[in-house]
């Protein structure tokens, strides 16, 4: 329709643009193979920072605050859910993920990552506890991680693969990018800071993770070389294991993840030091590391991520989403057959604020999560196609 219109000329022209308008007004949007409506899910939510759905229907919100909210019957309950850990709110800490496990309606078993204090620092962790009548007893720590530092980079994004294991990713901690790059923690396979970890479902280190038996690495580490690791999804099809990540000015990465793999940071990259500008890296390509699918110079601050095999929007089935902070967009990226590069990038739910969560929902509509720096209250909202 939109398309339509702008053909017109004249008071056509005129009429095109105040449909524009009337549209931006009604939250719709034109895009590529699917136009699509913007409908408010809730509101009144605080850093939403991560969505799961219950068998039951309900959906679970976490606030980087450290509450976990229901949203039951299209309404979000008023009281926040009690038994959740203590959490480090402050700087980029707070209450990170929440996932059921693959078998929650045996189990009752729920999930939670949050940065943890510990002493005068802090550091990421995930609890395990029942959800039963609305609360979470019960509560475990099943994993925590051995870096500190800054009170950032601390990762937090949680999976389960096909085969029920639990990923996690943990960021370098802000450590400083500087002097021998070689030796920075994100490089070092004895500490926890800028790897993927995968561990069985009560935390312990499955016997075949690519590190296990080897004194110079941590057996939990599935991949390392990373900065700020912000989304991560398994594909629906493949199972193979995707994830996002922050660069600094510039550099931010889609990575397809490999076992035992190197992602570079910071000895390649193509960020620029935030004092200086001057370029980090060395170089963008060495041996022995591996080269993310997509980059992003400028950056979009990417965040949640998800691949799409929902019934909604059939024409956009196989391709990835990425939520942007700073860009305030959804990217939805088209991928070739064999998933090793973008063939088309298309701008999504732009202009609606910071996009901290996305997520395909069990009725196959597309819900993000809004976030807002300041605190202010923001929302979760769904696309739905138009008629």
């Known amino acids: 329709m939109f398309r339509k219109l702008l053909l017109l000329a004249g008071g056509g022209l005129l009429l095109s643009i105040a449909s524009l308008a009337s549209a931006q007004a009604d939250r719709i949007y034109f895009a590529a193979q699917h136009d699509y409506r913007v409908e408010t899910v809730a509101e009144g939510l605080v850093h939403p920072w991560s969505m799961a759905w219950l068998p039951n229907g309900d959906l679970l919100i ?46 009752r078993w729920l999930y939670l990552s949050f940065a943890k204090p510990v002493g005068d620092n802090s550091t990421t962790a995930i609890v395990r506890g029942r959800f039963e009548n609305d609360r979470l007893t019960n509560v475990v720590e099943i994993f925590a991680a051995n870096a500190n530092g800054r009170p950032g980079h601390y990762g937090g994004k949680i999976v389960f693969d096909d085969e029920g294991y639990l990923f996690l990713t943990l960021g370098d901690r802000q450590a400083p990018s500087t002097g021998d790059l070689s ?14 970890v995968r561990l069985n479902d009560d935390g312990s280190v ?29 594909h629906p099809e493949t199972g193979d294991v995707w994830m996002t990540e922050h660069g600094p000015q510039g550099g931010d990465e889609l990575n397809l993840i490999e076992a035992g793999a190197n992602y570079g940071w910071p000895v390649v990259g193509r960020g620029l030091n935030y004092v200086s500008g001057s370029p980090i890296h060395a170089t963008i390509h060495q041996e022995g590391t591996t080269q993310p699918v997509r980059f992003w110079v400028p950056s979009i601050a990417t965040s949640g991520l998800m691949i799409y095999d929902g019934d909604k929007f059939p024409m956009w089935q196989g391709n990835i989403f990425v939520g942007g902070l700073v860009g305030e967009q959804l990217a939805r990226l088209q991928m070739t057959d064999d998933y090793r590069s973008v063939l088309v990038e298309e701008t999504l739910a732009y202009g609606m604020g910071r996009i901290r969560d996305v997520r395909q929902g069990p009725d196959g509509y597309i819900y993000l999560a809004i976030s807002d720096r300041r605190g202010e209250p923001t929302e979760i909202v769904r696309l739905e196609p138009l008629d």
């Open 62 to 107: 976490t606030e980087k605050p450290g509450r976990l909210r229901i949203v039951r019957d299209g309404q979000l309950l008023p009281e926040a859910v009690p038994g959740t850990p203590e959490v480090l709110y402050n700087g980029q800490g707070g209450l990170f993920e929440v996932i059921p496990h693959p078998d929650f309606d045996e189990n």
């Open 183 to 196: 030796a920075h923690p994100a490089q070092d396979t004895t500490n926890h800071a800028g790897v993927i």
């Open 206 to 234: 499955p016997s075949d993770n690519p590190f296990v038996g080897r004194s110079d690495a941590l057996p939990e580490i599935w991949s390392y070389g990373h900065r700020s690791p912000q989304g991560l999804a398994i």
